[in-house]
């Protein structure tokens, strides 16, 4: 089975502009959550989306949105680009339908976003 | 509050010898989870072990085992017969009862020298 793919890997944006990354999960996985790494302040959870709806979200601005689709396929978008954007963004899906503390995630290998 | 510490920004071992790295949690919540990951450069997480809160028997995987003291709320990865690809970040995380959100620490740097 093919893993978590991110698309793009690499990014360089101007601040102001915006951004949309992209997320496959793993074939037959229906979450997918998405994670913001920084030197700074680390991996901090951002949203998870699970059937097309958002069902968890984390502590950021609303510049921060993102969607599923039916496929699974996950999108991210940031509006405004600050400098502070600048980190790793990651990908995860996991399997489980029901939350429970067990649910293993997969993570893909992120996309680096530098804005200038 | 810090919900997961690690207090090791960064840690040596020579290849061969075992390993630990410390991890500490909070929370108040009786169903919870476990997780270390591995971080290479390249930037993937990759999934090492897990432990449940109910689970009785400390978590082991190959070279990998979790040290697990609940009433200290610890929860240490132990690397056996380290080799140099396990050089890479590690971060512990945990997810509490039916929230899908994971708090992960800030990491710890091991290098393994040859």
């Known amino acids: 089975k093919a893993g978590v793919t991110q698309t793009p890997r690499y990014l360089i944006k101007t601040r102001g502009q915006q951004v949309t990354l992209s997320c496959s999960p793993i074939?037959?996985?229906?979450?997918v959550s998405w994670y913001q790494q920084t030197p700074g302040q680390g991996l901090q959870f951002l949203f998870e989306y699970f059937s097309e709806t958002q069902r968890n979200k984390g502590n950021f601005p609303g510049r921060f949105s993102g969607r599923q689709f039916s496929n699974s396929r996950s999108e991210m978008n940031v509006s405004t680009l600050e400098l502070g954007d600048s980190a790793l963004y990651l990908c995860?899906?996991?399997?489980?339908?029901?939350?429970?503390?067990?649910?293993?995630?997969?993570f893909g290998p992120g996309t680096r976003l530098t804005v200038t | 509050a810090q919900k997961i510490t690690q207090t090791q920004p960064g840690m040596f071992v020579q290849e061969k010898e075992a390993v630990t790295l410390d991890c500490t949690y909070d929370?108040?919540?009786?169903?919870?989870?476990l997780f270390w990951y591995k971080q290479p450069s390249s930037g993937e997480m990759i999934f090492l072990i897990y432990?449940?809160?109910?689970?009785?028997q400390n978590a082991t995987e190959g070279r990998y085992s979790l040290n697990f003291q609940k009433a200290r709320k610890s929860a240490n990865l132990v690397i056996s017969a380290s080799q140099l690809g396990d050089s890479a970040m590690y971060f512990c995380a945990m997810r509490e009862g039916k929230n899908n959100d994971m708090r992960f620490g800030a990491g710890t740097r091991l290098t393994v020298k040859p």
């Open positions: 995860a899906s996991s399997l489980d339908s029901v939350v429970t503390p067990a649910v293993r995630q997969y």
């Open positions: 432990q449940g809160s109910y689970d009785e």
């Open positions: 929370t108040s919540d009786q169903s919870y989870g």
């Open positions: 074939s037959g996985h229906r979450s």
